[in-house]
């Protein structure tokens, strides 16, 4: 068992623990008062056998992940059984502790694991659809105990604690065998299929390039060749001449509505210095961030004077290739068009590709612009 | 007006009108008995002044559609108010006949429409993000007069009829002005979006080639240089070979759960020839499509004891490039992941395009396969 290590620059105590099955849970201490991490996971878990495969389409070339153990996964559990929450005596749940500040461990049904086993292979008679075990890492991270709370209702330094947990991991998994591409995300709300309602993130450390970084590596790659800059530069600087779209500003930080939404609701939120990924974000830039978003994300619940469910994607370089083309940023988007309707993914979107907005982001950015709620 | 054509070889009878508001709307009777389609639009419609435009996203190099005037559409209207029933006297909808076999018209909140005014530009201030008119057509198609029927109880002979109709616009479509790609699509059920009940699809004629065909033509084409035969011809060849996701056969299609499905439930319909799209069908492919297909459907809706919900998205060719390496094919999948439980886009699939699917497609086509309904 590793000792607990204090960083005293940010102040955050990090303790890893074993849970009864083996699976990793680290506890991430932003209160100086915080009892040690000592506490033993009680129940009897299986040992954890995830058996997940990843196959590449052969028509798109795209890679999509099998995890049929998955099916069984926790569904809608009521508030007292929630697995997040800290154990109380007689109730044991995922995190041992009686309670706990921030705590990342891993997914109780991965969707990718380290621990699976097999070979590269192709699928039986079909030379043209390699197969590969689904090996990589999946976590949750907690943001709170209060199971009430929302990402947009934590302090301000329970933010930028989050923001520095998201920095270690990805660090961490970027040197996880196997894993080519960290993807931090939180997903929020019933409408966008969330089953547990405590405040949590995820993270997928995924064994192949996403095709959404893919495709956006491939259209950096051309725009630096052909015009011997950053493409994501280029777009932050002329959304900031522009103004129509900037939705909030800071020092080292601009959240904009971009120019050519998908969504009924999407924000970027980018740092004005190019770094490839979250640990490359110095303190500064974390603390101005951590303003930033809270911010946004009282807007965003401000749209439709209710809690809107979301997505945040964190865009990260991948572990390997192409890190300096990539820029870090945030996005944020939402599936809600009003307050009651869901914009759903239909023949042009999930057959096609092509999304229809009904709104154009001029007046999506006019309606999230300060003293607009 | 034109005058009717009748088609003596398929006994299609195809008259074309227009509505109050300029659209044009298109009969297509298989009945030898139809009248004559004569019934004059007696709403008072303003005049048609779709507004919508496509924008490309400066990140993906993905084309966006942002059609403002869609917000007011037609959502979920009481059966009594159908807009896609037939007209009774007092009571006029889209299509002012009493009756009709098939139905074409163009969609009253169209994403795309020919007349859309304006040119080709950049959002202001952004270089990075071509802008156009959102030039093209949407048209909607009625599968039957009869409100509370499906796709999967019509007659043969009036899939039969659909598939000669689809045919039609997809060959008119091609010619219009603008139109890179013609996609005929069906939304089936509440749980993909579906807001009007009467069974009936959609006909999209994109402006641009779409991104998902867009990269399945990078990814033919690769394979057609490297191995010098068609991508989808040894698909078909190995999956017919393999038969573990093959669901049904007959002498001029195959029907089979691709070996790296991304949806919880999902088919491919695949000619035995290669053709480019529906037009090229002869008309014994067409007559056995409707046979396979009809039986497709019903183990769809036997899949979880309930209609299913679905998309079912027809890959064409597209109007003028890459016509050679495509390979026409209808896929057809579905969101719900059990009876009652849907799979959302979420984090890693709208995020990052990876999807994470809980079954595999052995075990799809296995409860697909005939008798184990």
Redesign the interface.
Known sequence: MAEPTHDSSSGITRTSRRLADGREIIYFDDTPSAPARTAVDTRDLPEQAPRS?V??????????????H??TRT?KPPADLCPLCPSTPGRPTEVPESSYDVVVFENRFP?FATGVPGAPAV???????PTAPGRGRCEVVCFTSEHTSSFGSLSPSRVRTVVDVLADRTEALNQVPGVE?V?P???RGEE???TLHHPHG?I?G?PFL????A??L???AS?HDEHGRM??G??LA??R??G?RVIASSAHWTAFV?????WPVQVQLVPHRQVPDLPALSAVERDDFTILYLDVLGRLDGLYDRPLPY?A?WHQAPARVGRHLCWLHL?V?SVL?TAD????????E???????????PE?IAERLKPGKG
């Open positions: 495969q196959r590449r389409d052969p028509l798109t070339g795209e890679w999509v992940a099998m995890a049929t998955r099916q569904y969707s699928v039986d008679g079909m030379p043209m659809v591409q993807f995300f939180e997903n966008i299929g969330v995820q997928y995924y996403t095709p959404r970084t495709r956006m491939d259209v950096a725009y493409l994501m280029d777009v002329a959304e001449a522009a129509a971009p120019a050519a939404s998908r997505v994607a996005e988007f068009r309707k869901v914009k759903y993914l239909a023949g042009s999930s057959g096609m590709g092509v999304w229809i907005n009904d709104v154009t007046q």
